[in-house]
């Protein structure tokens, strides 16, 4: 198993140290002494590492401010941003300044904002203490805020200069938001690696129990995965969209929802069931694999259909919704569907009459 992954772009270059228990010394590798670092984290992470790794960087010799925002996906907002904005000017920082991401996705995302924009561009570091930050959004360089309108629809790609990600700060991981970032551990093996789905197919019992020395291999594939495609196709022209696997329709329903009825992970898993339904109709993918997908999300705890989401909503609501999705172009939504497990296709434009069946397969109605 690596422990190191590397993301190769040049002089853009950066490491992924998958690691349990990051030290002063995982932190002097990759900030320079004697300058500012703010440290963003949110209401649920700080109390429990905000002052370990203030503290660590503290005795790296750089100077610290802590900035803590309220937990959850309201956060991630234009509102916010300049707030923090506000923080980086009163507290003196400068070009040569970092800002430590201290968070699960919705901090790494809204702390690259912030570190792509202020001053024109500053450093930083991505500390993910959720799965689904540490085998996806820490990764990559995309970073943005959510509008009412839509999920990160203000954003710039802007790659940090390191990423730590620390096994053991899973185990104070609620259960909810471990599983929710399982069902992007499920999406690799979906959309590149058939091995690492019947991986994960075989060890669902030791993954619900978070076995780390599984957990770091997991973690470390998904890591290497992403990391093959971003050296690829770092600004999403291409292939890169493959990552997107079930996000169509996964942030049209947090979009729909206020952010808050779902979790992440939880809407893309049903945003999954429904690619791969649709995949069954208009891509040859097997019925029995589509079983097979749906079945492992299930084992893991994730929601597989609109049951799971209390208010009914039509297919002309989601569709609405899809049509501002980022990735749409005048308004029709692209979506990333499967040939077979570990082989995906992007850009896929569908039918609206296998739109309406694979909608009322996922317990959606028809209409």
């Known amino acids: 198993m690596k422990s190191k992954v590397t993301v190769e772009l040049d002089d853009r270059s950066y490491d992924i140290s998958v690691i349990t228990g990051v030290e002063v010394s995982h932190f002097e590798a990759v900030i320079e002494k004697g300058r500012m670092v703010l440290i963003l984290s949110d209401s649920n992470v700080d109390p429990l590492y905000g002052d370990k790794v203030e503290k660590m960087i503290k005795e790296c010799g750089s100077k610290t401010v802590r900035m803590v925002v309220p937990a959850g996906e309201k956060s991630k907002c234009l509102a916010t941003a300049e707030k923090v904005y506000e923080k980086c000017v009163s507290s003196g920082l400068d070009r040569k ?27 930083f570091i991505q500390v993910p203490t959720t799965l689904l930050a540490m085998v996806d959004s820490s990764v990559g360089g995309k970073t943005g805020v959510n509008l009412a309108s839509g999920k990160n629809m203000v954003g710039v790609f802007h790659q940090p200069s390191a990423v730590l990600t620390d096994l053991s700060m899973l185990t104070t991981l609620a259960n909810r938001e471990y599983i929710s970032g399982m069902a992007e551990v499920v999406k690799y093996g979906i959309i590149w690696d058939s091995t690492l789905f019947r991986k994960i197919e075989d060890n669902v019992d030791a993954i619900l129990k978070r076995e780390t020395g599984l957990l770091a291999e997991i973690i470390a594939r998904c890591c290497e995965i992403k990391a093959e495609v971003v050296a690829v196709d770092e600004r999403e022209a291409g292939v890169r969209a493959i990552l997107n696997l079930g996000h169509t329709f996964g942030h049209a329903l947090e979009q729909l929802t206020g952010y808050s009825a779902l979790l992440h992970g939880e809407a893309i898993s049903i945003g999954m069931v429904f690619a791969v339904r649709l995949s069954v109709l208009e891509k040859g993918f097997k019925d029995s694999d589509a079983a097979r997908v749906e079945a492992l999300l299930s084992k893991l705890g994730l929601p597989t259909g609109m049951s799971a989401v ?17 990735k749409s172009v005048n308004k029709i939504p692209k979506f990333v569907l499967v040939h077979s497990i570990g082989e995906a296709l992007f850009g896929c434009d569908v039918k609206l009459d296998d739109l309406k069946t694979a909608y009322g397969l996922i317990g959606g109605g028809s209409k």
């Open 97 to 123: 300044s970092y800002i430590v991401a201290l968070g699960g996705g919705m901090i790494g995302d809204l702390a690259g904002f912030i570190s792509a924009t202020f001053l024109r561009g500053i450093r």
């Open 310 to 326: 209390k208010q009914k909503y039509s297919l002309a609501q989601i569709g609405t919704a899809m049509e501002a999705d980022k």
